[in-house]
């Protein structure tokens, strides 16, 4: 019974070594991996220079750690254990200088106090490796245990000065960072936290209540989650390339299993499947990172690619805002000149300055209704800008549908008969109800409305009906005109659109009257909408406002 017991512990123990082993190589062949591949990730920078120290000292610290507990090394455990502490030397000033740098690529430390580190950090490792660091080596339950002499004192110091500025540092950067530099800081934090927090509880208080140190094997575990995170902060701002980072050390971790995996088996057939296994994960994983690389570089040039346009959108934002000042200025002053020129125009055709010829008097008035058109563009551009800006004001108040659309026909009429079409206003009997609307507003689209229609038509009738529906009220403008295909009638509120044969009955205008129409309808609670049975059929406009 008692031979059984100690074959049970003798295999566990072998078991619990082998495991710290593989541990111990997974976690020190990552650090270096990421030591590597943060470096080549930008090596002009300082973090990323700093992090490669930083991982491959804790990577020299740890083999140091693990080889001096092995018998092999028994005659030299006195120097593996200054070794240890001296590559624990430099591993808390250069997390000093990372807490301090990070995530910038120049060192942020004044020159002074970056010599003044480096004479401490030497000062330290040269008291470390020296025999006034560790005096003895005594084994107590295969525990190597060094005795500290008076050289360990300022490491103590130092180090201890050096963790508690760098935690210092990235608390008080963390309140006055903000966004990627923030979440970079505050990984690395969280990441120190994790391991002091894991160390502490698992390692020292054990120790120090129970004297057992079970959890020992774990510490390199520990320290892979702080550089993991930190180095996942550092490539934050580029997660693509982290993807690969990843992958690369998930393929990497499988390898190091599966080669170990090899050691541990007696036969020769166990030996000969794990090492083809590895073969096969060796070629799959070569394939996996290429495969995952080639989507990364995609993705990265699809995200620089959208950088571009983002860019290039808020310069047409920039542009399109500048475009709208320039319009909605140029608007304004050009109103008083045509105001001006419109009321000298009158006042010379009523004779306010004496008779003047017929012939002059024909030209005159050519000069006033080109003043009009003129009028009514800019009119027309400044309530562009104004919808642009959403500046547009509205006065609601009760009106007459059927008055609005007297004083259009009355302002028409001339232009009805100058081009020989007749102008019909059907209205409605009995008269319809009065509606909350802006008459003003509604007038100009009812304006634009029959004049595109005058406009358009070269033989025949413009005709205006008006008639109460369920809900609202219809006013109808039908002309016999060139009519509208189905793609015209699709694209015909929008800006700065016109019919597609308007060049072929020398129409006038920019294309925005409809679309101004259609905005203010809207606005109103309404709708507008064309129809037409093709090309040289005419065209009916529909405007439905609503009763409430």
């Known amino acids: 019974m008692k031979q059984v017991l100690i074959m049970n512990l003798n295999t566990i123990q072998n ?17 270096v991996f990421l030591a590597v591949t943060v470096y080549a990730n930008n090596p ?5 220079k700093i992090f490669f120290l930083l991982s491959l000292f804790t990577a020299f610290w740890l083999i140091a750690a693990y080889v001096v507990k092995l018998p092999i090394f028994s005659s030299e455990q006195l120097f593996l254990a200054r070794l240890g502490i001296f590559f624990a030397a430099p591993m808390s000033a250069l997390f000093f200088l990372l807490a301090h740098t990070l995530p910038y690529e120049k060192l942020q430390l004044k020159k002074n106090t970056f010599i003044l580190v480096i004479y401490a950090t030497i000062l330290m490792m040269g008291l470390n490796i020296s025999p006034y660091a560790f005096t003895s080596v005594e084994i107590i339950n295969g525990t190597v245990n060094p005795t500290p002499g008076i050289g360990l004192i300022p490491f103590a110091v130092i180090s201890t000065l050096f963790s508690a500025l760098a935690v210092y540092f990235l608390f008080k950067r963390i309140k006055s960072s903000r966004d990627i530099e923030k979440r970079q800081l505050r990984l690395v934090l969280i990441g120190i936290l994790l391991m002091l927090t894991l160390v502490i509880g698992t390692v020292l208080v054990p120790i120090m209540l129970f004297s057992s140190g079970i959890f020992l094997p774990l510490i390199p575990i520990y320290t892979l989650i702080f550089l993991g995170m930190t180095a996942y902060a550092i490539v934050k701002h580029q997660l693509f390339n982290m993807k690969v980072l990843v992958t690369q050390a998930l393929t990497l971790i499988i390898w190091i299993v599966l080669f170990a995996k090899i050691f541990s088996v007696q036969s020769i057939e166990a030996k000969v499947v794990d090492a083809l296994t590895l073969a096969f994960t060796i070629i799959f994983g070569i394939f996996l990172v290429r495969s995952v690389r080639k989507e990364v570089e995609t993705r990265e040039k699809i995200q620089r690619l959208a950088q571009d346009l983002s860019v290039a959108n808020k310069e047409l934002k920039k542009l399109d805002q500048l475009k709208s000042d320039f319009l909605s200025f140029a608007t304004h002053q050009l109103r008083g000149p045509l105001s001006t020129i419109k009321g000298y125009i009158s006042m010379i055709l009523e004779g306010s300055y004496g008779a003047i010829s017929e012939r002059l008097s024909g030209i005159l008035k050519k000069v006033y209704r080109s003043n009009e058109k003129l009028v009514g563009l800019v009119n027309d551009f400044l309530n562009l800008s104004r919808i642009e800006e959403g500046r547009m004001e509205y006065h609601f108040a009760k009106a007459s549908v059927e008055d609005v659309v007297e004083e259009v026909i009355d302002s028409l009429q001339e232009n009805a008969k100058h081009k020989g079409l007749k102008l019909i206003w059907r209205k409605p009997v009995p008269p319809m109800p009065e509606i909350t609307m802006d008459a003003g507003k509604i007038h100009e689209v009812i304006y634009n409305l029959v004049d595109n229609a005058i406009k358009y038509t070269q033989r025949g009738q413009v005709e205006i009906s008006a008639r109460k529906t369920n809900h609202a009220l219809r006013i109808v403008v039908a002309d016999t ?9 699709t694209t015909l509120f929008q800006r700065f659109r016109r019919a597609g044969r308007a060049s072929t009955v020398h129409v006038g205008g920019v294309g925005i009257g409809l679309y101004m129409a259609k905005y203010i309808v809207e606005a109103h609670g309404g709708k507008i909408w064309a129809e037409s049975p093709g090309q040289h059929q005419g065209s009916t406009f529909f405007v439905e406002l609503p009763l409430k």
Not at 481 to 489: M, P, T, V
């Open 481 to 489: 005109g060139i009519g509208l295909d189905e793609d015209e009638i």
């Open 15 to 31: 078991y619990t070594s082998s495991l710290e082993f593989i541990v111990f190589i997974i976690v020190v062949m990552i650090s």
């Open 44 to 48: 002009r920078s300082a973090t990323n």
